[in-house]
């Protein structure tokens, strides 16, 4: 891997979301997500399966996105690109220099 990014390369802006646990008036805990970051990024897909979940189709596609290096980026946060989420799978500090991050996420997109 190499830890150069081309600006023209990072035309994806996305939003890196935090989870936060609150609770409502009742006291009941809900859940919402908090856009914490928004940075410029490279998408790339490469691959994906299809699986039938007691007849329901859902779809999940693996992404691959590279980014300047953002302190704190964790697998529990979540991405969203053009109203679409992304799990992050795994978050990799490219060459450990604090320059880049790969990481790799999944869409999951069910139908009936």
Same mark, same amino acid.
């Given at each position: =891997? %190499?830890? *150069?990014?081309?600006?023209? !390369?990072?035309?994806?802006?996305?939003? $890196?979301?935090?989870? &936060?646990? %609150?609770?409502?008036?009742?006291? !009941?805990?809900?859940?919402?997500?908090?856009? $914490?970051?928004?940075?410029?990024? @490279? $998408?790339?897909?490469?691959?994906?399966?299809?699986? !039938?979940?007691?007849?329901? /189709?859902?779809?999940?596609?693996?992404?691959? =996105?590279?980014?300047? /290096? /953002?302190?704190?980026?964790?697998?529990?946060?979540?991405?969203?690109? !053009?109203? &679409?989420?992304? @799990?992050?799978?795994?978050?990799?500090?490219?060459?450990? =220099?604090?320059?880049?991050?790969?990481?790799? *996420?999944? @869409?999951?997109? %069910?139908?009936?």
């Amino acid at each position: =891997m %190499t830890v *150069c990014l081309q600006a023209g !390369d990072l035309r994806h802006v996305i939003s $890196i979301q935090q989870n &936060r646990r %609150t609770f409502d008036a009742n006291g !009941d805990p809900t859940t919402s997500w908090t856009t $914490i970051a928004t940075r410029r990024a @490279e $998408i790339k897909p490469f691959g994906g399966v299809e699986q !039938d979940n007691t007849g329901k /189709y859902a779809g999940v596609t693996h992404i691959r =996105m590279r980014l300047r /290096y /953002y302190a704190g980026l964790t697998p529990a946060q979540r991405i969203v690109h !053009d109203s &679409r989420n992304f @799990e992050i799978v795994s978050v990799v500090n490219v060459e450990e =220099m604090n320059v880049a991050h790969e990481i790799v *996420c999944r @869409e999951i997109v %069910t139908g009936g």
